[in-house]
């Protein structure tokens, strides 16, 4: 009978370090995927960091093209008016 109770002990005690040792891998495998999770993380922000400096650059271009559109068009408006002016005394005389 003692060496069934000392075998039961033993038994449990396995069984015990067993299910630490399945405890310890799966806390292990968990920290292993939180740590994968937050490098994902952190390169997604530094994609979207990227994205968004390549966003302000593009409007910056883009505010600059629409100025010099604008300059271009001023320009172009005044052209006109004193070519229309030029045909305008030009078919009085």
Known sequence: MRKLTIAGFALATALTAGCA????????EANATASSA??????????????S???????RTA???????????KAANEAN????RMLERASQK
């Open 21 to 28: 040792t399945t405890d310890q891998g799966a806390l292990d």
């Open 38 to 51: 937050e490098q994902t993380a952190e390169n997604a922000l530094n994609t979207a960091n990227s994205a």
């Open 53 to 59: 400096s390549a966003a302000r650059s593009a409007q």
């Open 63 to 73: 505010d600059e093209a629409l100025a010099a559109a604008k300059a271009a068009q």
């Open 81 to 84: 008016e004193r070519a229309k």
